[in-house]
Each structure stands twice: as structure tokens, then as C-alpha cells.
């Protein structure tokens, strides 16, 4: 394993990541957990992020690196926060994007 690789907690990793291009056809059928007059707060969970056809992953010596752009080492890795996006209700060609930030705690979101 590379010794330079960046080491972060999955909040510290998120807080970096720009999720503006992610988008939703039917957002409500998503884990809507609030709702304000132009976005409904989702929760999300780290396997939807994993998921995603630009993340790559691996565990390695024990250690899971995550690449998004940067591999980065995930320091405690079973230490995984509550994760929410806001998503914003008007639609642009009927889809509905998020704000592009990843979220900690519902208050963050407001």
C-alpha cells in the first residue's frame, strides 16, 4: 500500500465529496426523513455510495481505500456516520438533483 495515501473517516471523506451530478427520477420513493418547501431531506447509506458506478473500493492489508477521484485510506471504516442529501423539488428535464453535499445530522441540513 501507497504510504502517501491520504487517510480520512468516512465524515471527513464525504465532507470532501461534490454529489451535484447525482439525480433522482422519483425522489419520494426514496428514505424521505423531511420535508421543507423546496427539497426533501434523504437518507442515504455508505452501500448506495459504494454503489455508484464512478466509486471504486478495496480492502487491501486490511485496510479499505476508496476511490473517488483520490484514493484515500478510511480510517475506522465500521464507523459510519448517519448520511443525508438534500434534494431539491423542482425538477429540471424530470429529473431532481441534490445540492451536491452530503449531510451529517438532519439539523445540518436547514
Known amino acids: 500500500m501507497n504510504e502517501e ?10 465532507s470532501r465529496c ?12 426514496e428514505n424521505v426523513v ?4 423546496g427539497c426533501w431531506i434523504v437518507q442515504i447509506y455508505i452501500e448506495d455510495i459504494l454503489n455508484q458506478p ?11 481505500i476508496i476511490d473517488w477521484g483520490i484514493p484515500t485510506v478510511i480510517e475506522n471504516p465500521d464507523d459510519v ?7 431539491w423539488k423542482t425538477p429540471v428535464h424530470e429529473r431532481y438533483f441534490s445540492d ?3 449531510y451529517f445530522s438532519i439539523d445540518e441540513t436547514e
Do not use: A, Q, Y
Open 81 to 87: 456516520p448517519d448520511i443525508f442529501v438534500r434534494i
Open 54 to 64: 464512478d466509486v471504486f473500493w478495496l480492502v487491501e492489508d486490511g485496510n479499505l
Open 100 to 102: 451536491g453535499l452530503f
Open 34 to 37: 423531511k420535508e421543507t418547501e
Open 18 to 29: 461534490d454529489i451535484s451530478e447525482w439525480n433522482w427520477t422519483f425522489p419520494l420513493e
Open 5 to 14: 495515501m491520504e487517510r480520512m473517516t468516512w465524515t471527513e471523506f464525504l
